[in-house]
């Protein structure tokens, strides 16, 4: 089974209902104005699935209005991407004077870092759906570019959309085919489809400016890149050629981001490689071997490499991590040198 926490308003007294849901929802997914009518005596189901630094939460609760707020936004940011799968009911986000209402076939997308109000149960009866919490990080999108992919559409009736939420709600309906250790596999996996999923959509969306799809551009590039991470023959030079580009050109499209493309690569290796070494499945897997692995083929440059991005030895955090006894906290136990960890 995967590591879940499980919340059931019927557990407490009705006074402390609504306070308790609210304030794990604010732990879940950032913190949040919540308004409901029915706080009085809360009706409210929750779990949430632990998969490394993704999380899922099957719901059900009453009607309520959530309110992220700029001073909510400057007191604490988690810096994520908010999915939400409805299944029963519908939710309708409102962003100054845009509205918009997302139902069973369409993904909610909310930024943790820019205001918005959701309202869920406004037929006055309980919702029930699946939220997915990602961070930003871990997505192949550069910042600027979030505040489009909380307006595109992304449809659950096929294609990415589809994958997606057929994963999302097979892990709500059963997750006694996986272990522990399968949450941060399953992470992996809900990213890859996410960022397939914008990708697509970004692409798709005929009314955003030009400079949007210079982003899918740099979108495709990178996911071509994470499917051939492994390949140490992976070069600008092949990278443009797929992409019927000049290798010129490429390194001007990555000029305009906040990595190089060559920063960008040994970045994303890094990221594997300290997955590896979380691992409970991998750790009698030599740390030299993980390294080649992920295209570092001396050990004392992938060391350094290491300890420059996260401020520790790989063999101190392979140690580190698994005295946790679970990956899902090692990979919370390092963030890359300078960064604060969330």
Known sequence: MLTERLFRSD??????????????????????????DHRADFLAAQRV?????????????????????PKLIRQSDPEGLHLSLSLT??????RGQEEAVHGPDRLCVVDTSRPVDVHAGDDGRPHTGVGLEVPKALLPLPLHTFDQVTRVRLSTREGFGALLAQLLTQLATDTSPYEAADGPRLGTVVVDLLSALLTHALEADSSLPPETHRQSLVLRIRAFIQQHLHDPQLTPCGIAAAHHISRSYLYRLFAQE???????????????????????????VPIHAIAARWC?????????AFRKAYGIAPRDYRDSAHHLGESTDALSVVSPAGSTPR
Do not use: K, N, Y
Request: aromatic share 8%; proline share 8%; with cysteine.
């Open 296 to 304: 570092f083929p001396h050990a004392a440059d992938f060391t350094r």
């Open 258 to 284: 906040e990595e190089s493309i060559a920063a960008w690569i040994r970045a994303r290796r890094l990221e594997h490689a300290r997955r590896d070494l979380a691992d409970p499945v991998m750790r009698t």
């Open 11 to 36: 557990d407490l007294p009705p006074a402390d209902r609504f306070d308790c849901w609210r304030e794990l929802v604010g732990q879940t997914h950032a913190p949040l104005e919540v308004r409901s």
């Open 89 to 94: 009911g519908a939710l309708r986000t409102v």
């Open 49 to 69: 699935l632990d998969l490394g630094a993704v999380s899922v939460w099957p719901t059900t609760f009453q009607p309520v209005c959530f309110r992220r707020t």
